[in-house]
């Protein structure tokens, strides 16, 4: 047996790629659900619903499998549907045991039409079930945005308007009234609701909604887009006008002025998208009676104060505190006699918008109707202005209390933070952890003593081999006890360490002629080789030399002062003093007569 070839049914693979492309279908789905389908069209034919059946599409060929459980020769539960006993399975393929699953190629061919017409339709419904979802899932976050789309039916008392991927539909009561529609005209709206039912997903459309007006606004104000201007309140009659008040966070960008655009440009164009609509943009007030005044604009009003029992029977004091809970009190307008048409405008429609604007119950009364009812304005106006100081301050502390309880929280948060990543250090580990540290600095500074020790004997050995000049005349000293010399060489040797030599206040012109007469080719020292680090040495000395550590004298072990005494007695011996060819009355004389 073998499956059935698709290379040569065109109608098939066309059918296959325009739901893939026209109705945007992911493929994998499709070939699923096609899967899905003729596994059960071959369970409707068998007439076994528990059946199992593996269908494999690759390389455009349609294989139909029957899968069986091997079981035993003597089961008592065996279904030729389901099962297939364990000899059968064997002479087939011995490689076969209990539990294994055997599958057997059906053909194609023996499906009937009435089951390949199940597959068909189920395979329609299924389809339908995903795009129904695809659109809700694609418009169910697009609420009240506005898209633009192509008008396809034009009908009494609705629209179908093409939009991206779906058809979303205009019913009258969302229409501007008086606007006619015809089928391919462009136009805007705004996502009003996304449903989903049995039927499919419904897109809602709307051009009579107030964020009809707010979407066209922000779409042609540069600083509503950029969040410098907000639109805090909009009411709208579709057809008459549309009140709205907005606010800047920038108080140098006019709110109004952005609005309006140069010359009117901005609120013309959204004008002329409305059908010339009236539009009304007015600063936002957080007081509520100024908020108020603007509202009932053209109309000028007098004074705006809290309804009661007077003017309302119905207000109650429960009723009343109903309302203060709220902060929705019922406002009281009063106007001069003149303007009480003009503040509740044409079929009531400036007092609406009002309502809607401030989402508070409002009575415009005249001035005359107030002064009957015995109400004192001025008194009313004060209170009404005091609780309205009051009810900003509660604002302001409830503000306040809520960025308290923020700080609060997030400092909790940031303490859980801190205990979950402690490390859990026990005290031994760090009493340890505490007294490590000191260990290493004393051994660091016992080996740095060392290195310092054998540098110092290093340049001493160094000084030891520089040759010594013998021939250098000095004036002769007296013998001294041991220990006033060993104290007299502490006093005098620095700590450059040089070859000491006698020293002497005054040289007779004698001594610098026998020096002369007496010189001989002396040798240069050899110069000791110089190490890595004698750079870092002599910076180190300048260092030194540069701090104010008073006058620093070297100490010398017994055996040093011992080798000291014993160096200036030997070159005391050899001096030219002691030279017994000298005459020193000779000399005498000489020095006589040159005087």
């Not at 006019?254 to 600063?283: H, L, N």
């Not at 000191?438 to 340049?459: F, S």
């Not at 002599?538 to 620093?552: F, N, Q, T």
Request: hydrophobic share 35%; net charge negative; charged share 45%.
């Amino acid at each position: 047996m073998s499956g059935i070839s698709l290379k040569n049914n065109k109608n098939f693979l066309e059918g296959m790629r325009l739901i893939e492309e026209d109705r945007k279908i992911d493929p994998e789905f499709v070939y699923e659900t096609l899967k899905e389908a003729i596994a059960k069209a071959y369970q409707k034919h068998i007439d076994a619903p528990a059946a199992k059946v593996r269908v494999d599409i690759s390389k455009q060929e349609i294989h139909i499998y029957h899968q069986l459980e091997v079981v035993e020769d003597e089961s008592e539960t065996f279904d030729e549907t389901l099962d297939i006993l364990l000899s059968e399975a064997q002479s087939i393929d011995p490689n076969l045991k209990v539990g294994d699953i055997y599958e057997e190629e059906v053909d194609f061919a023996q499906i009937g039409r009435t089951s390949i017409n199940i597959a068909k339709q189920m395979l329609k419904q299924r389809i339908k079930e995903y795009e129904k979802q695809r659109v809700y899932d694609e418009y169910k976050d697009k609420e009240y945005d506005l898209i633009s789309g192509v008008i396809k039916t034009v009908e009494e008392k609705f629209v179908l308007v093409d939009i991206k991927n779906t058809i979303g539909i205009l019913l009258k009561s969302e229409q501007i009234p008086g606007e006619t529609y015809r089928e391919g005209q462009s136009i805007k709206t705004v996502i009003k609701e996304v449903s989903k039912n049995t039927k499919g997903s419904q897109v809602v459309l709307s051009r009579a909604d107030a964020m009809f007006v707010k979407r066209l606004f922000e779409k042609e104000v540069p600083e509503i887009a950029q969040g410098i201007v907000e639109i805090r309140a909009i009411a709208r009659e579709a057809g008459e006008r549309t009140k709205m008040a907005v606010y800047s966070r920038n108080e140098d960008v006019d709110p109004i002025g952005a609005c309006i655009g140069p010359r009117g440009s901005r609120v013309q164009a959204v004008i002329g998208e409305v059908k010339g609509e009236k539009i009304d943009v007015f600063e936002w007030n957080d007081d509520i009676g100024e908020l108020v005044k603007n509202a009932l604009a053209p109309a000028e009003v007098k004074a705006c104060f809290y309804a009661d029992d007077r003017i309302d029977p119905a207000l109650t004091p429960e009723e009343i505190e109903k309302y203060d809970k709220r902060n929705a009190r019922p406002l009281v307008v009063v106007v001069d006699d003149g303007e009480l048409s003009v503040a509740i405008g044409k079929k009531g429609k400036n007092a609406k918008l009002a309502v809607k604007l401030t989402n508070r119950k409002i009575d415009i009364k005249t001035r005359s109707d107030i002064e009957a009812l015995g109400i004192d304005i001025e008194e009313a106006v004060e209170f009404f202005k005091a609780d309205q100081i009051r009810i900003a301050k509660e604002k302001e502390m409830k503000k306040f209390q809520e960025l308290q309880e923020e700080a609060a929280r997030r400092k909790a948060e940031f303490d859980q933070e801190i205990a979950e990543n402690d490390t859990g250090f026990s005290e031994d580990a760090l009493e340890e952890f505490e007294t490590k540290p000191e260990e290493v600095t004393i051994v660091e500074l016992e080996e740095e003593e060392k290195a310092e020790e054998a540098e110092e004997k290093a340049e001493e050995a160094a000084v030891e081999e520089e040759p010594v000049k013998e021939e250098e005349p000095v004036e002769e000293k007296k013998e001294e006890p041991v220990e006033e010399k060993k104290e007299e060489v502490k006093e005098e040797v620095k700590p450059a360490r040089k070859p000491l030599t006698p020293k002497t206040d005054y040289v007779s012109k004698f001594e610098n002629y026998a020096d002369s007469s007496k010189k001989e080719a002396e040798k240069t020292p050899a110069r000791r080789r110089k190490k890595k680090d004698d750079d870092d040495r002599r910076v180190r000395a300048e260092d030194l030399e540069k701090k104010e550590y008073g006058e620093i004298r070297p100490e010398y072990s017994e055996e040093e002062l011992e080798e000291i005494r014993l160096q200036e007695e030997e070159e005391y011996e050899n001096s030219w003093i002691n030279d017994d060819d000298i005459d020193f009355d000779d000399y005498d004389e000489y020095y006589e007569e040159d005087n």
